[in-house]
C-alpha cells in the first residue's frame, strides 16, 4: 500500500522535499523553478527595480553599476560593526 495513488497526488511541499538535490544546492529543481520564476516576476514586476532602462529608469547608468558591484557583505559591514566577513556571505567558511 503507498499513500498516493499516483505521483500527481502527491502534495507539492512533499514532493519538493523529497525530490534530489541540484548540483551545489539544498533544493531540487521544482523548488528552484519556483523560487527563479518568483524572483523574475518580482523584478519585471516592480516598476522601480534598480537595473530597469528607460524612461522610468530609477537610476543612471554608473548608478546600476555602482549597485551591481556592491556585495552584501559589503553593506553589512557599512552599516553595522562588523568590520571582517568572508567574501561570499551566503557560505559558511570551510573548515581549511
Not at 514532493?15 to 539544498?26: A, C, K, V, W
Not at 554608473?62 to 559589503?74: A, P
Request: proline share 6%.
Amino acid at each position: 500500500m503507498t499513500p498516493f495513488r499516483s505521483v500527481e497526488d502527491v502534495d507539492i511541499w512533499v514532493g519538493i522535499q523529497l525530490e534530489n538535490h541540484m548540483p551545489g544546492s539544498i533544493l531540487g529543481p521544482s523548488a528552484v523553478c519556483i523560487i527563479a520564476k518568483q524572483f523574475y516576476f518580482s523584478q519585471k514586476g516592480d516598476r522601480l527595480f534598480f537595473n530597469h532602462e528607460g524612461l522610468l529608469a530609477p537610476f543612471t547608468a554608473d548608478q546600476r553599476s555602482t549597485i551591481k558591484n556592491t556585495s552584501l557583505g559589503r553593506i553589512l559591514c557599512d552599516n553595522t560593526n562588523i568590520r571582517h566577513i568572508p567574501k561570499n556571505t551566503f557560505f559558511l567558511p570551510s573548515a581549511k
